[in-house]
């Protein structure tokens, strides 16, 4: 049988599906809806506790605080790992040249 591709090189001929979003999308997408949900419960603690109750009440705060900061932090990182993800699935559906 002959071959009419280049030696040494082998082309797959058949186009494979997609899913859409990637699997790395809805990772990103799944992270991002838990920090989310997180962040609504830490809201609502706040909400529920007076700074002016106490030192204890206090430091409950600023512990919430530093969490929604690391939270914030952590939604920066997934929300470009979603964006990267979405990019690289352009380039391969041909959208977008790398």
Do not use: F
Not at 74 to 88: H, L
Request: some cysteine; aromatic content about 4%.
């Amino acid at each position: 049988m002959a071959n009419d591709q280049p030696e040494g090189r082998e082309y797959d001929r058949t186009c494979g599906k997609m899913n859409i979003p990637t699997d790395e999308e809805l990772e990103a997408l799944g992270a991002l809806r838990r920090i989310k949900e997180r962040v609504r419960a830490i809201k609502e603690k706040m909400a529920a506790i007076s700074p002016s109750e106490g030192e204890k009440e206090r430091e409950l705060l600023d512990s919430l605080e530093k969490e929604l900061e690391r939270l914030r932090e952590e939604w920066r990182r997934w929300e470009r790992k979603k964006e990267d993800a979405a990019r690289e699935r352009m380039i391969k559906l041909g959208h977008v040249e790398r």
